[in-house]
T-cell receptor
Framework: GAVVSQHPSWVICKSGTSVKIECRSL??????MFWYRQFPKQSLMLMAT?????????EQGVEKDKFLINHASLTLSTLTVTSAHPEDSSFYIC??????????????FGDGTRLSIL | KNQVEQSPQSLIILEGKNCTLQ??????????LRWYKQDTGRGPVSLTI?????NTKSNGRYTATLDADTKQSSLHITASQLSDSASYIC????????????FGGGTRLMVKP
């Protein structure tokens, strides 16, 4: 089955540093990847839609300069949290839609990255 | 506004018992409804996906139902196991590739021995 891999799975860093999270589709090509944030005991909140070769589309309220998204290939999207602060601590999850997939097929989610900012 | 409401928010059952989780939605236009299982600290895993014309779909001990007229869905878990402890998320989508997923708040299920 389709596999989406996220790296790292857990990162702890000091306030003010930038953190890059990778999302890879391992056995399929994904023209579209999605980045979500999930706070404890809450459901996933879509942050942005990442399209290969073009600029990401951000949801209302998400700062594009703080959450930089790059989707340079059909199998890799990256999310960089710039100048991270404690309030950015969260569980970040990506998902990918295989190229040519219809809306009636499931998206495939990565296992998430737990980000803790001290 | 597209919304997906799930109930209950949390549930505790004994191992071996059955349970039913509910999902009501107001997403329009509607294309499909999905149930995902999310273990703590992991990403969601798809359990079932149902389109407008499907009333029920099973995946092992999980059976999902859909009533597109009343815009309600349920997920029934039979003979629960400890490994069923997780959050169960109902997700609704529109018919077009650009339609975003609308997520419910999830039901946190705990199965106790």
């Amino acid at each position: 089955g389709a596999v989406v891999s996220q790296h790292p799975s857990w990162v702890i860093c000091k306030s003010g540093t930038s953190v890059k999270i990778e999302c890879r589709s391992l056995d399929f090509q994904a023209t579209t990847m999605f980045w979500y944030r999930q706070f404890p005991k809450q459901s996933l909140m879509l942050m942005a839609t990442s399209n290969e070769g073009s600029k990401a589309t951000y949801e209302q309220g998400v700062e594009k300069d703080k959450f930089l998204i790059n989707h340079a290939s059909l199998t890799l999207s990256t999310l960089t949290v710039t100048s991270a602060h404690p309030e950015d601590s969260s569980f970040y999850i990506c998902s990918a839609r295989p190229f040519g997939q219809t809306s009636n097929q499931p998206q495939h989610f990565g296992d998430g990255t737990r980000l803790s900012i001290l | 506004k597209n919304q997906v409401e799930q109930s209950p928010q949390s549930l505790i059952i004994l191992e071996g018992k059955n349970c039913t989780l509910q999902c009501n939605y107001t997403v329009s236009p509607f294309s499909n409804l999905r149930w995902y299982k999310q273990d703590t600290g992991r990403g969601p895993v798809s359990l079932t996906i149902m389109t407008f014309s499907e009333n029920t779909k099973s995946n092992g001990r999980y059976t999902a139902t859909l009533d597109a007229d009343t815009k309600q869905s349920s997920l029934h878990i039979t003979a629960s196991q400890l490994s069923d402890s997780a959050s169960y998320i109902c997700v609704v989508s529109g018919p077009f590739a650009g339609n975003m997923l609308t997520f419910g708040g999830g039901t946190r299920l705990m199965v106790k021995p």
